[in-house]
């Protein structure tokens, strides 16, 4: 996936009405009109909506006779999984180094305490 597209896409989702119309798409292929059923904007505004959602490649029409019913690409969304789990997979990196970091400054107060006579559990209560 491209930057461009990942940007197109984030863009895309970052509109409640849009992740609504997603998280509707889930439950299967929809129509325009069927979308637009439930909001109080015209059926104009979410066949724009779609668009949007179409340009970043979350969603795709196809013809079936008379109606152009909208198809969820779930592909897209496992590739945007895989973009967010290597920057989380960083971030828990980062975590765990604090934590033991943390860990570290916390035996060595530990430590200082005992050795100069200072019971931690009166410490706190002085």
Known sequence: MSEDQLSRVFAALADPTRRDIVTRLTDGDAT???LAAPYDISVQA???HIKVLEDAGLVSRSRDAQRRPCHLEAEVFDLMSRW???YRQRAEERFSRLDA???TLDDERTDRESTHGIDP??????
């Open 46 to 48: 979410v066949s724009r």
């Open 32 to 34: 325009v009109n069927q």
């Open 121 to 126: 559990e009166q410490q706190g209560a002085a």
């Open 101 to 103: 970091v943390l860990a």
């Open 84 to 86: 967010l789990d290597r």
